[in-house]
Nanobody, 124 residues
Framework: QVHLVESGGGLVQPGNSLRLSCAAS????????MGWFRQAPGKEREFVAA????????GYADSVKGRFSISRENVKNALYLQMNSLKPEDTAVYYC?????????????????WGQGTQVTVSS
């Protein structure tokens, strides 16, 4: 069992930046592939970014490529999402997710563990 807790969400103006964190506990964090997903009101939860166990491979949704960056610090059991040049359409609840494995995964169906989410609102 892996317990995930997100933090760092908030209200930010368009064009500004925000950094989300996800703290993991319960199992060896380095054994887990991790991802970020988001869900806007009335929409399905969608893939944002994913990272493999050692950070050597990452993947991004087209909508955030070049603006968002996923990273991890295994010694701290932490996952991050640096979000730059934020747009109103980035407004959503952001979730971190994890699953045992060495690759990285874009589909939410592959993830076994989820955090409770953190709200990100981009508005002037």
């Amino acid at each position: 069992q892996v317990h995930l807790v997100e933090s760092g969400g908030g209200l930010v103006q368009p064009g500004n930046s925000l950094r989300l964190s996800c703290a993991a506990s319960g199992r060896t964090f380095s054994n887990y592939a991790m991802g970020w997903f988001r869900q806007a009101p009335g929409k399905e939860r969608e893939f944002v970014a994913a990272i493999n166990w050692n950070g050597g491979s990452t993947g991004y949704a087209d909508s955030v490529k070049g603006r968002f960056s996923i990273s991890r610090e295994n010694v701290k059991n932490a996952l991050y999402l640096q979000m730059n040049s934020l747009k109103p359409e980035d407004t959503a609840v952001y979730y971190c997710a994890g699953r045992s494995g060495s690759g990285y995964y874009r589909s939410r169906d592959f993830y076994d563990y989820w955090g409770q989410g953190t709200q990100v609102t981009v508005s002037s």
